[in-house]
């Protein structure tokens, strides 16, 4: 969790099916966890669908290897209800019905 975002879910790299993804050259740096990579879609890399921290600072370790995905970008559900995206393009908390805001990323959030 991260302040002021929805829930981030982190997916283990043996459930992913790396056949339909492919790594992209971007890179962003988090203060807290480190340097992320990305993943695109293999049939569509214009956009990445997700990210990964290889190399996460110490406190973040659990995540390593780990990839997140954007709901906008990619279907994603928990538990069999559909996600809802959060709004802005940086971000990939996923809000579900239980899960309420605001959250970054909304009109009028950007000082935050």
Do not use: N
């Amino acid at each position: 969790m991260e302040t002021a975002s929805p829930p981030t879910f982190y997916i283990p790299a043996a459930d992913i099916d790396f056949d339909l993804l492919v790594s992209v050259s971007d890179t962003t740096y988090c203060e807290w966890k480190g340097t992320a990579t990305y993943w695109a879609l293999a049939r569509s890399a214009v956009e990445p669908v997700g990210w990964c921290y290889e190399r996460p600072r110490p406190r973040f370790e659990v995540i390593k290897g780990y990839l997140a995905f954007y709901p906008g970008r990619v279907d994603c559900s928990l538990d069999g209800e559909p996600v809802i995206t959060q709004a802005g393009r940086f971000y990939g908390g996923w809000i579900t019905p239980e899960v309420v805001g605001p959250f970054k990323g909304e009109p009028g959030t950007g000082h935050w």
